[in-house]
């Protein structure tokens, strides 16, 4: 404990965290890849989206939670952590359902991705615009191929969505180890608030402090 302890500890700050910025972008992703390829009518097209925004709000929210409870702080981070699994799974099913492929772990293609470090959709979409134009090299434009159009590439989307949950997720696991190391060396809101108390009454002059009054011989 340090003296300078305050009740309420620091929180928020999340849109700082890499997790949120990386779920955040899932998130984009998500949007734009259900209206382009999931049917609106579609009970998948809600929850795809659902569960997107799910990992997105439940990461701020239990940032902001963590200053008087880290208990909630962990909860919701576990549920984002949730969300986004159930997302990849969606996205599986979509490429398995329709006979595309899942890249593989060793896969050049999710490094360079990585590498790339894309900041907002449309840099997703200008690597995947990239990423067709490389595998179309020495191959004859099929039909209707429009070269800036980035509609056309479900499977490629869908994989680049499934590389960034993958690193949303492994962030998410890293939170939630160090939260509750955290937890079970710090303790909770209840703690410090037993901390901080102390601390102020030690702290007071010692004329200050309260004592057993005397009782007064005229009762």
């Known amino acids: 404990m340090t003296a ?49 925004r799910s990992g997105v709000q439940n ?3 239990g940032s ?23 997302l990849r799974l969606d996205y599986e099913d979509f ?10 772990h060793g896969d050049h293609r ?5 590498d790339r470090r894309c900041a907002s959709v449309d840099d997703v979409a200008q690597w995947v615009r990239e990423e067709h134009e490389r595998g179309l090299c020495g191959q004859s434009r099929p039909r209707g191929h429009k070269q800036t159009d980035p509609a ?10 499934l ?3 993958a690193v949303a997720s492994s962030l998410l696991d890293r939170q939630l180890t160090a939260q509750a190391t955290a937890f079970e060396t710090e303790g909770g809101f209840t703690e410090r608030l037993y901390r901080v108390r ?14 057993k009054s005397t009782p007064s011989t005229s009762d």
Request: aromatic share 6%; net charge positive; with cysteine.
């Open 4 to 52: 300078s302890e305050p009740l309420i500890a620091k929180h928020g700050g999340y849109r700082k965290l890499k997790s949120f910025q990386v779920a955040q972008l899932v998130y984009d992703i998500t949007v734009r890849f259900c209206a382009r390829y999931i049917d609106k009518r579609s009970r998948t097209c809600d929850q795809m989206v659902q569960a997107a």
């Open 59 to 61: 990461i701020a929210e």
């Open 64 to 86: 902001q939670a963590s200053g008087t409870s880290k208990k909630t702080e962990i909860k919701l981070t576990n549920v984002a952590r949730a969300s986004l699994e159930e």
């Open 95 to 104: 490429l398995r359902q329709r006979g595309l492929s899942i890249w593989e």
């Open 110 to 114: 999710r490094q360079q991705l990585i």
């Open 152 to 161: 056309i590439y479900p499977e490629l989307t869908a994989n680049v969505a």
């Open 163 to 165: 590389v960034l949950l």
């Open 198 to 211: 102390t601390q102020k009454r030690s702290s007071r002059p010692s004329s200050t402090r309260s004592t």
